[in-house]
């Protein structure tokens, strides 16, 4: 029974750290071999929940920014305005 925990305590964080080392790489090789070149063309601004399972986002596409309600059922369009100009102080 001693042997089987020993064995258990080392190779139980052993699969977990090849897990997340596999997981990191995946994400690495994503973004270094993706078309667009690691840059996305949708930004999620902001979100706020209003409720269980519902919530509205506020997305950045092509130069406008995309008011989404978000259920469930899916995304809904709200509302579309050109986006705000980044200021640097």
């Known amino acids: 029974m001693l042997w089987y925990l020993l064995k258990l305590a080392v190779v ?29 063309s949708v930004k999620i601004i902001e979100t706020q929940w209003l409720g269980p399972g519902q919530r509205i986002a506020v997305l950045e596409f092509r130069g406008r920014e995309i008011l989404v309600s978000a259920s469930r059922q899916g995304l809904v369009r709200l509302a579309e305005v050109p986006a705000r100009a980044v200021s640097e102080d």
Do not use: D, H, N
């Open 12 to 40: 139980l964080p052993l699969i977990a750290g090849l897990a997340w080392a596999s997981l990191k790489f995946a994400r690495r090789m994503e973004r270094r071999f993706s078309p667009t070149g690691g840059q996305r």
